[in-house]
Nanobody
Framework: QVQLVESGGGLVRAGGSLRLSCAASGLTLRKFVLTWFRQAPGNQRELVAG???????NYADSVKGRFTISRDNAKNTVYLQMNSLKPEDTAVYYC????????????????????WGQGTQVTVSS
């Protein structure tokens, strides 16, 4: 049974940093696309950053240069390092995953993901 559990959210001032973790069980990271999404009140869910089975990373333009996604295969955990945070980064952040046969496969839409975590709140104060 696949489970994704996020942690690391919190309250931080603008310009600060947070690191989110997504602990995965029931899957092998190299055989999954794992992606962070976020949703702010009144907004649609949006893709933030993702990592393919082959470890290629993809980022939304709004976070490029500030956020870094990585994974630790031994710990079966995906991380999202968020630096230079802005108030507009405030949202609930979700970890999502979907299996892949090919390491290069990338899923750009939320409906392509089969598994979701419960979310972790990130609040950035100005």
């Amino acid at each position: 049974q696949v489970q994704l559990v996020e942690s690391g959210g919190g309250l931080v001032r603008a310009g600060g940093s947070l690191r989110l973790s997504c602990a995965a069980s029931g899957l092998t990271l190299r055989k999954f696309v794992l992606t962070w999404f976020r949703q702010a009140p009144g907004n649609q869910r949006e893709l933030v950053a993702g990592i393919t089975g082959g470890a290629t990373t993809n980022y939304a333009d709004s976070v490029k240069g500030r956020f870094t996604i990585s994974r630790d295969n031994a710990k079966n955990t995906v991380y999202l390092q968020m630096n230079s945070l802005k108030p507009e980064d405030t949202a609930v952040y979700y970890c999502a995953g979907s299996p892949t046969t090919y390491g290069s496969t990338w899923y750009a839409h939320d409906y392509e993901y089969d598994y979701w975590g419960q979310g972790t709140q990130v609040t950035v104060s100005s």
